[in-house]
């Protein structure tokens, strides 16, 4: 199982220094990859309706393009992954081209997780659609791979289109792409269109999940050999759970997990290094599958 690391960005203000610090030492610390949240608008929860989700206007984000394209030039094997992108509240044909050169900058290291997201405040903002969100994702996802393979192509979708147009440079690959998300659709989308999928919460859930998607992959005619599953955990509130999370989903089966090193009160970068360094220490000591770095 490859193991990977979430960078905490909500609890790092913004800080340019701990981007530099924290990716370098999950690459030293052997960890196979990074993976980041991604939001472009805070919104004040303080609104009718409201708004579910975890974070507000005062939490920090970087855009994950700009800063995997930072990583890419002082890293050499993270894989770069983003746990999700929120697809559907962005212009198409600008993330393939953005992930694009993210991948051939970073020589084929992109992993795009991708979900539908909960902030309408957001979409709004962006000037977006918040309640077709869903349908535009299942359309953007087989558009992005005719971008990437495509010399002249021209589509006309019911949110999309181009006429005899493209994208250059293109990628040298298919990127992968992972879908992410908690419900029926997220878990349809995934078994019809995904390469993987993205967990997160506690193991039952994922679990559940998980036979939903294999339920879909079976529906289209998909073989679910070779098709991921991560889990991030979020859910795991200290050092030990964080371990019994990722040795628990590795015995199901699991391809993937990314440590959350987030919720555990620490405030500095070498305190979320120092935590990611012991749960990498602990992994291998407890005489977990070997890692594959």
Known sequence: MKLGAVYPQTELKGDPQAVHDIGLAVEKLGYDHILVFDHVVGASHDREPKLWGPYTENHPFHDPFVMFGYWAGITHRLELVTGVLI?????????AQQAADVD????????LGIGTGWNYVEYHALGQD???RGARADEQIPFLRRLWSEHVMSFEGRFDRIDKGNILPRP???IPIWVGGFTEPAFRRGGRLGDGYLFAGNIDHATQGWERVRHHLKESGRDETGF???LITIRATNLQ??????KRWQDLGGTHASVNPMGKGFTTAKAHI????EVRHRIEAGGAAPMVV
């Not at 759970?241 to 990722?246: G, I, M, N, Y």
């Open 228 to 230: 991921g599953r991560e």
């Open 130 to 132: 918040f309640e077709s």
């Open 274 to 277: 120092d935590f990611l360094s």
């Open 172 to 174: 040298k690959r298919q």
């Open 104 to 111: 051939l900058l970073s020589h084929q290291r992109l992993r």
């Open 87 to 95: 697809l559907p509240q962005r212009q198409t044909v600008l993330v």
């Open 241 to 246: 759970e964080t371990v019994d999370t990722v």
